[in-house]
């Protein structure tokens, strides 16, 4: 079956550290793949959009690479700040095509310690 | 610039009163619109996406509907709400399967 697993619910990071958050798929060749950022009571928030031609993908402090052979997404976040504070959740598109829809996965909830 | 609104932000409805929550986008044409829900704790469930008019695609059986009437309305329903169906509901819409952007969300809860 087709999975999206965003292996860690938790991380803890001390402030200036940089953050690596981890995504996986299974049974999906996506096109691209998202990554938002959730405060708690919001909607989610698009930061940034990875092509499956594209290794890499930066902006600002934000660093996304996609691996399609691996079939993963490491999110990075550089000196990272309390204000990082949030989860964090990919997203890819299930089906080819115009009739595509967006699934997420469970999110990692960071938090950047002062 | 595009905008979406989503209400109301927070509702209370007792266990088998019928349910109506209402999204709308601006400033764009034929936008792609999704229905998620949130359980406390959990991740964003899908629960319908449309990519027209009267076009919609059900992800996950259950005792809700969605309709979209209009290019840039989305509505979200149920005749008899079920305990269960408490949840932050999020909808959402996107152009050409590109990043979505989401509504404020409303906090429903069943009692």
């Known amino acids: 079956s087709q999975k999206i697993e965003q292996n860690s619910e938790a991380l803890n990071i001390q402030e200036g550290k940089t953050a690596t958050l981890t995504c996986n798929y299974t049974?999906?060749?996506?096109?691209?793949l998202q990554w938002y950022r959730q405060d708690p009571g919001r909607g989610p928030v698009f930061l940034l959009l990875?092509?499956?031609?594209?290794k890499e993908k930066r902006k600002e402090r934000l660093k996304v690479t996609f691996d399609t052979t691996l079939k993963q997404s490491l999110f990075h976040i550089t000196a990272s700040q309390p204000a990082d504070s949030a989860t964090y959740l990919c997203?890819?598109?299930?089906?080819?095509?115009?009739?595509?829809?967006?699934?997420f996965g469970k999110g990692t909830k960071l938090s950047v310690k002062p | 610039s595009q905008t979406i609104h989503q209400w109301p932000a927070t509702l209370v409805q007792p266990v088998g009163s019928p349910l109506s929550l209402e999204c709308t986008v601006e400033?764009?044409?034929?936008?792609?619109l999704y229905w998620y829900r949130q359980a406390a704790g959990r991740g964003l469930q899908l629960l319908f996406y449309?990519?027209?008019?009267?076009?919609i695609s059900s992800e996950v059986p259950q005792n809700l509907s969605a309709s979209r009437p209009q290019d840039r309305q989305f509505i979200l329903s149920s005749k008899k709400l079920l305990l269960s169906d408490s949840g932050f509901y999020l909808c959402?819409?996107?152009?050409?399967?590109?990043?979505?952007?989401f509504g404020q969300g409303t906090r429903l809860t069943v009692v």
């Open positions: 959402a819409w996107s152009f050409r399967q590109l990043e979505a952007f």
């Open positions: 049974n999906y060749s996506p096109a691209y």
């Open positions: 990875i092509r499956e031609n594209e």
């Open positions: 997203a890819l598109q299930r089906d080819g095509g115009s009739q595509g829809n967006l699934i």
């Open positions: 400033g764009t044409s034929n936008p792609n």
């Open positions: 449309s990519v027209g008019i009267g076009q």
